[in-house]
């Protein structure tokens, strides 16, 4: 997803989203896609981790 559609999702500035995608992915909750720092993915080791951590299946 690009930024400026979850900034239109999530109703907030472009920038506000940017600012909290780059912290998602320092925490690696997000990957950035490619070479292009305006598109990002889910991190699906991230959750399987966080699945297993907690103990959910």
């Known amino acids: ?3 400026s559609e979850i900034a ?6 472009p920038d506000t989203a940017r600012r ?3 912290l998602f992915v320092k925490i690696g909750v997000l990957n950035s ?3 292009d720092p305006v598109r990002f993915e889910r ?3 991230y959750f ?3 699945r297993q951590h907690d103990g959910r299946q």
């Open 43 to 45: 991190n699906e080791a």
């Open 20 to 22: 909290y995608l780059t």
């Open 8 to 13: 239109t999702r999530a109703k907030c500035a």
């Open 1 to 3: 997803m690009r930024v």
């Open 48 to 50: 399987e981790w966080r």
């Open 33 to 35: 896609v490619g070479d």
